[in-house]
């Protein structure tokens, strides 16, 4: 998937924009990565933070993947994501 990145306290306007050009924003915290946002998500309200899926996991072993089956699957390379991908 072709992603950008956005911060938790964006609007959900700056989101809408953004998403013209990309499949998904993968939404960040202050030091950590917390969601991901499509556009299907933005009727949700309230900024990207509060209306990102929160069904990811970072960087998971194989085993962690099929026990969680996660929504998103995100793959960092020194702490930068570098891949977004449908989970199980």
């Not at 953004?18 to 309230?46: C, N």
Request: glycine share 10%.
């Amino acid at each position: 998937m072709h992603f950008s990145t956005i911060g938790a306290e964006d609007s959900l306007d700056e989101a809408k924009m953004r998403l013209k050009s990309v499949d998904a924003l993968i939404v960040w915290g202050d030091d950590i990565i917390l969601g991901v946002l499509l556009e299907e998500h933005l009727s949700r309200g309230g900024n990207c933070g509060s209306a990102c899926e929160l069904d990811i996991l970072v960087d998971p072993s194989v085993e962690k993947n099929m026990i969680w089956r996660p929504k998103f699957i995100i793959t960092t390379d020194d702490g930068e994501p570098v891949m977004l991908s449908h989970g199980p």
